[in-house]
């Protein structure tokens, strides 16, 4: 038997074929897998891209090979797959779909490139050419499908398959999952080539960004991939190996790898492992850490998270899960503690903090920030987060610090700036106030530097303001979002002589102003707009229509009730609500209903006084990170 860890580029790039036999199950890896796999992928062409190197490999497990017969002169050899069909297949379908990619779009030296790690070219020497120029053979099943997949473009394949597809072209869900496989595969390649370029034909794309990204996709799946290749020998019972490489047990997780690591270390510097034990590790035997959660696309136990945040925040930088274990060694090395007892002190340091991030208790102004970023699931910040709760700046420093990390991720989320980054700001900004402390004043010199890029920068309080008057909230912003800046808006909008405490579990959105307003709710000029918004409609009467229109989801046509008075108010005329917003005994409703109508003027004013409220609740941060001047947020 011989084993070795060999990349994927290769393992595909030598003479030989692959056939998975006829007992083995067909291919099954569907969205659950190949998510994942996508963002390793997407994630280490980042890191190449921005970098130019990759700092770890990312190892996919094994595959167990057996030779189907003894080399013959002229012909190919072939290897049985004992295990491993999966994690092959879904290479090849992956390069198949990055090759036509680069065909589509006119690159035709990376194609033959590719097409070479899928099918021996012409001028390869076999016996039979019709099956050895496939370097993979699947099941009989898989067989007919995967040929096509390898030989035709993405096009034809489309046209081949015409039920596996809706009209639109998008893939329908029950299609085959090797087909399913290479539209996914095809499709988010093509994304991430021309992401941030919107342009209307391919002709009009930077080409040169186009290469550069595809040739990163291809380059590290083709070098920074690996599998443990192990070749049985005739001799070797594969089934015996097979069975103790699938045995069944649960799976490591990293922090488990990071124990067996930490307390190695420690007994061969003959340190008193079991006080290490009891005064450190014991904290991560305790069962919050071993539940399971839910992070993006990746499931883990939550141990696991909290080391990747940790991680990040010492080191300012982005931290791969997939190769938690590697980053951690990487990170000892790097830092060079004293002793094991000084190296676990900086993991558990955090572990309260974390806590609270987690389960947020209590109303300090943590778990304020808690309670927003589970809300705006933005875990993304927790690394910023650890490093400001361990520094040593003053507590209303801190504080202030955590209403400002809210407040960027608010107001993006009202201005409709994407999240899409956040990964890299938070970490970033985090290394900001690690190299020249942590103070507002150090948090408002990283976003100086972001002011013109709609991808990270700090939105001003005009850019907030706008968003208040003019933009559609609902069904832009998730509901669970939309209510917690409706509760905080209700609340910042309380003072000393209203009732104070917290609202009533369950409370729901409701439009002042409903949805379908047409019947029970004249235009401002008093002109009634037709059940369709279209019979009748004269060029004035259509630019007043639109006006409504375009407000009719803005946040200041939205409030909160219960979801009784919600379903009995209904499209009621504004008459008939004012009652139940007086008794909902919120402040915001009984101004709403102070109005002798509601329209779109009566929507501005309380869109000034949102403004008004937004920009002191969701503060920006300020040099001097002084509080506002009636403490109330």
């Given amino acids: 038997m011989d084993a070795k860890p060999l990349s994927i580029g290769k393992i595909l790039s030598e003479r030989q074929r692959f056939v998975v036999p006829i007992y083995q199950r ?46 013959v002169f002229g012909r190919i050899q072939a290897f049985n797959v004992v295990d491993g069909q999966q994690r092959l297949t879904t290479f090849h379908l992956c390069f198949a779909a990055l090759r036509d990619v680069a065909t589509d ?49 993405w096009r034809a394949i ?42 209307p034909a391919h002709a009009d794309y930077d080409q040169a960004v186009l290469r550069k990204r595809l040739v990163a996709l291809s380059t590290v799946l083709f070098e920074h991939f690996r599998l443990i290749v192990i070749t049985l020998a005739a001799d070797d019972d594969a089934q015996v190996i097979f069975e103790t490489l699938n045995s069944g047990g649960k799976p490591l997780a990293a922090m488990d790898l990071v124990r067996n690591d930490v307390f190695h270390r420690a007994n061969r510097r003959n340190e008193d492992q079991a006080a290490l034990l009891d005064q450190h590790w014991s904290e991560f035997e305790q069962p919050f850490w071993k539940q399971e959660q839910t992070q993006g696309r990746i499931k883990k136990p939550r141990i696991d998270f909290f080391l990747g945040h940790v991680l990040a925040a010492e080191q300012g930088k ?23 007892a000084a190296e676990l002190s900086a993991l558990t340091a955090h572990a309260p ?24 699931d933005v875990s993304t910040a927790f690394p910023l987060v650890l490093v400001i709760a361990a520094s040593d700046a003053t507590d209303a420093v801190k504080d202030r610090l955590y209403d400002v990390v809210a407040s960027y991720v608010i107001r993006r989320a009202l201005c409709y700036l994407t999240p899409k980054n956040y990964n890299n700001i938070f970490v970033e900004v985090a ?30 309080d005009a850019d907030l303001e706008s968003a208040i008057l003019l933009r559609p909230q609902y069904g832009w912003i998730p509901q669970n979002r939309l209510r917690l800046i409706l509760e905080e808006l209700e609340f910042a909008a ?140």
């Fill in 318 to 340: 982005v931290v791969a899960l997939g190769e938690l274990f590697s980053e951690y060694k990487a990170f000892v090395a790097k830092r060079g503690f004293a002793d094991t």
């Fill in 26 to 71: 067909t291919y099954a890896w569907n969205k659950r897998e190949l998510e994942p796999l996508f963002d390793q992928i997407e994630g280490k062409s980042d890191e190449l891209l921005s970098t130019g190197k990759v700092a770890f490999s990312h190892y996919m497990g094994a595959l167990l090979l057996i030779p189907d017969a003894d080399p």
């Fill in 431 to 460: 290394a900001q106030l690690t190299a020249t402390g942590v103070s507002e004043a150090s948090f408002l010199a990283y976003f100086e530097g972001k002011a013109g890029s709609d991808t990270s920068r700090f939105p001003t």
């Fill in 494 to 633: 309380r003072d000393r002589f209203n009732i104070n405490g917290s609202l009533q579990e369950g409370l729901s959105i409701e439009h002042i102003m409903p949805q379908s307003w047409m019947a029970s709710w004249p235009l401002q000029s008093g002109a009634i707009a037709p059940a369709d918004l279209m019979t009748g409609v004269d060029a004035e009467l259509r630019a007043e229509i639109d006006r409504r229109t375009a407000v009719i989801h803005t946040l200041p046509n939205l409030t909160l009730l219960t979801p009784p008075a919600n379903s009995q108010v209904g499209n009621s005329g504004f008459a008939g609500k004012k009652t139940r917003l007086a008794d909902s005994l919120l402040k915001t409703n009984i101004a709403i209903a102070s109005e002798p109508d509601w329209h779109e003027e009566a929507m501005r004013r309380r869109a000034m006084s949102i403004a008004a409220l937004g920009v002191r609740l969701w503060p920006s941060p300020d040099r001097s990170g002084a509080m506002p001047d009636d403490g109330s947020v």
């Fill in 158 to 199: 489309a046209k081949k398959y015409p039920d596996a597809f809706y009209k639109n072209g998008k893939i329908h869900p029950t299609a085959p999952e090797p087909l399913w496989a290479y539209w996914y595969f095809w499709t988010e390649a093509e994304q991430y080539i021309t992401e941030g370029q919107k342009l």
């Fill in 353 to 376: 903090t974390y806590r609270l991030l987690v389960e947020p208790t209590g109303t300090s102004a943590l778990a304020r920030l808690s309670r927003r970023l589970n809300t705006f």
């Fill in 105 to 153: 779009y006119g690159f035709h030296d990376v194609a033959r490139q590719l097409s070479d790690l899928v099918l021996h070219s012409d001028g390869t020497p076999m016996q039979d050419p019709s099956t050895e120029r496939y370097k993979l053979e699947p099941t009989t099943y898989d067989r007919a499908m995967f040929r096509d997949l390898v030989n035709l473009g």
